[in-house]
T-cell receptor, first 113, second 111 residues
Framework: DAGVTQSPTHLIKTRGQQVTLRCSPK?????VSWYQQALGQGPQFIFQ???????QRGNFPDRFSGHQFPNYSSELNVNALLLGDSALYLC????????????FGNGTRLTVT | GQSLEQPSEVTAVEGAIVQINCTYQ??????LSWYQQHDGGAPTFLSY????GLEETGRFSSFLSRSDSYGYLLLQELQMKDSASYFC????????????FGPGTRLSVLP
């Protein structure tokens, strides 16, 4: 039973470029959330997708957008990259049960130069 | 607004007991979770408290007091492999019941 998988594991981009990160949720999970984790800090909630729609959003600008596909996989897109976007981007999935915990992938380490 | 506070670092020796505290402020509290993250790894779920009281899972226990907006994670019989960062996370109705994470506590277990 595969857990949450993310690709790529590492990425280096230049300021102003655009990036797409990918996530496949754990089998049986239909809800995907994305988090940004700066070095030495806790994960910050970006947004959540369920039934192919963005359901909730944290305090992130519109440069951050996403998508969920019919197979529940998801993409995170970041446009006009800034140096401050350098971070570990974590995807987490869960099912819709009330107390269902988050299952995280190993993340994508994005470096913006 | 919403905020969580945890100690930044805790150090203990093998076999000891350590408590990591978490205080939170939010108008939309729904539950408190704890996650463990080893360096370079993914956060992994440890516990969830929706109601006041103590939840025990093996060597780990978690406590919640909603009236005090306070919770803690208790780790017993510490092992070297417990060295990691520990995050409390509030399930917040202001964020559609998504989890908002604290800044994390780095636990170092010494031999």
């Amino acid at each position: 039973d595969a857990g949450v998988t993310q690709s790529p594991t590492h990425l280096i981009k230049t300021r102003g470029q655009q990036v797409t990160l990918r996530c496949s949720p754990k089998s049986g999970h239909d809800t995907v959330s994305w988090y940004q984790q700066a070095l030495g800090q806790g994960p910050q909630f970006i947004f959540q997708y369920y039934e192919e729609e963005e359901r909730q959003r944290g305090n992130f600008p519109d440069r951050f957008s996403g998508h969920q596909f019919p197979n529940y996989s998801s993409e995170l897109n970041v446009n006009a990259l800034l140096l401050g976007d350098s971070a570990l981007y974590l995807c987490a999935s869960r099912n819709r049960g009330v107390n269902s915990p988050l299952h995280f992938g190993n993340g994508t380490r994005l470096t913006v130069t | 607004g919403q905020s969580l506070e945890q100690p930044s670092e805790v150090t203990a020796v093998e076999g000891a007991i350590v408590q990591i505290n978490c205080t939170y402020q939010t108008s939309g509290f729904y539950g408190l979770s704890w996650y463990q993250q080893h360096d370079g790894g993914a956060p992994t779920f440890l516990s969830y408290n929706a109601l006041d009281g103590l939840e025990e899972t093996g060597r780990f226990s978690s406590f919640l007091s909603r009236s005090d907006s306070y919770g803690y994670l208790l780790l017993q019989e510490l092992q070297m492999k417990d060295s990691a960062s520990y995050f409390c996370a509030v399930r917040d109705t202001n964020y559609g019941q998504n989890f908002v994470f604290g800044p994390g506590t780095r636990l170092s277990v010494l031999p």
